[in-house]
Every structure is written in C-alpha cells, then in structure tokens.
C-alpha cells in the first residue's frame, strides 16, 4: 500500500491562478479531510468527506472546494489564490470516523 | 462550535525526565482523543489514541489520561529522550453533525541531552 499520496510536493502560484492539490489513498478509506498548517495554528480543517459523494465543510473552508467522486480521491480546489492561502495542506485519511488518520507528506504552497 | 485548547505551547524538560501536555475540549459528545506527533519537516503520526469508554491507555513510555466530566486528557511521556523532541498535537473525534476531527495548537517538545 502506498497509504496517502498528495502530490504536488510544492507549488508557487501567483495571485488570482487555480490549482488543484491531488490527494489519493489506496486503503480503501471512508473518512478523508483537508487541512491547512500555519506556524502557531496547529492543523486546521478545511474540508472533509465522510463517504463518496458526502462532503463538509471545516472551520477554514473559504477560497477552497472539494468533490468526492470516488472512494479513493479527494482533490482540493483552489480557486483564485490569494496570499493568505501559502501554507502547507495535508491530506489524511482513515477507515472510519473514530478511527486514526493516516495523513499524506504534505503540499508546501506559495502563492505571490 | 467545538474547540480544543492545548498547553503548554512550549516545553523543554532534561533528557529523562517526564512531559505533560494537556488539551481541554468543548464538546462533551466528543468520544475519541488520539495525539500525533510531527517532526520537523514531516507529516503527523499517530503515537496513541483512546476513547470516551477509557480512563487511560498506556503504550511503552507513553500514556494518555482521560478525564470527560472535566472535559480533558493528557498525554504523557515517561522517561524522554532526545528523539522525543518533536511537536506534540492533541485532537477530538466530535460527533455533533457530521463527525469530524479538530486540532490542537501543539506543543513543541524539546528533550534536553
């Protein structure tokens, strides 16, 4: 198993572009979420899924969307990037909810 | 909304030592407590969890302490070493709506040699 696969690892973009950040895992998890780690904030959550087609928001959800159309994949929508949204996000998983997260290696993201 | 606050933000302590790091949480449906543990430069691991049904869980040097009338648990860590040093972050399972986890602030742990 590859457990959580984030990819990019880095990203520069510049004010107002789009992304998409991949996220996948191959363990067949039902319980996938975003978050976002600032120095000082600890990890706060963005969006989440507690099933395909399911989806929530976290307490930072703005500026961002999500979809679940598989098991398997949650990507993360950036709409019109904004300085404030440098960071780094991470990806995390888990069977169900009660459950530990297995968290991905992270997007490091810049945005000028 | 739900909160979890973490202390203390810091902590250095002499190598072999103990390390306390406490979280409280807001809301009382909330039933599962693990803690993570994030060196620098990588992704958050799972070290111990326990849930609402639990008073204690122990695991080697480590232990996590539940208490839910007080609305807090504690994670322990016994006999540190230099690899300890890390960044420590508590979380809650919340089960109001939709379930989801919330994070604390973490503490940064530095094991003195």
């Known amino acids: 198993n590859a457990g959580v696969t984030q990819t990019p690892k880095f990203q520069v973009l510049k004010t107002g572009q789009s992304m998409t950040l991949q996220c996948a895992q191959d363990?067949?998890?039902?319980?996938m979420s975003w978050y976002r780690q600032d120095p000082g904030m600890g990890l706060r959550l963005i969006h989440y899924?507690?099933?395909?087609?399911?989806?929530d928001q976290g307490e930072v959800p703005n500026g961002y969307n999500v979809s679940r159309s598989t098991t398997e994949d949650f990507p993360l929508r950036l709409l019109s990037a904004a300085p404030s949204q440098t960071s780094v996000y991470f990806c995390?998983?888990?069977?169900?909810?009660?459950?530990?997260?297995?968290f991905g290696d992270g997007t490091r993201l810049s945005i000028l | 909304g739900e909160n979890v606050e973490q202390h203390p933000s810091t902590l250095s302590v002499q190598e072999g030592d103990s390390a306390v790091i406490k979280c409280t949480y807001s809301?009382?449906?909330?039933?599962?407590f693990p803690w993570y543990k994030q060196e620098l430069g990588k992704r958050p691991q799972l070290i111990i969890d326990?849930?609402?049904?639990?008073g204690e869980k122990k695991d080697q040097r480590i232990a996590v302490t539940l208490n839910k009338t007080a609305k807090h648990f504690s994670l322990h860590i016994t006999e540190t070493q230099p690899e300890d040093s890390a960044v420590y972050f508590c979380?809650?399972?919340?089960?109001?709506?939709?379930?989801?986890?919330?994070f604390g602030t973490g503490t940064r742990l530095k094991v003195l040699a």
């Open positions: 995390a998983s888990s069977y169900q909810r009660n459950q530990p997260q297995h």
């Open positions: 363990m067949n998890h039902e319980y």
């Open positions: 899924s507690v099933g395909a087609g399911i989806t």
């Open positions: 809301d009382s449906a909330s039933n599962y």
């Open positions: 326990i849930r609402s049904n639990v």
């Open positions: 979380a809650v399972g919340v089960t109001s709506g939709t379930y989801k986890y919330i």
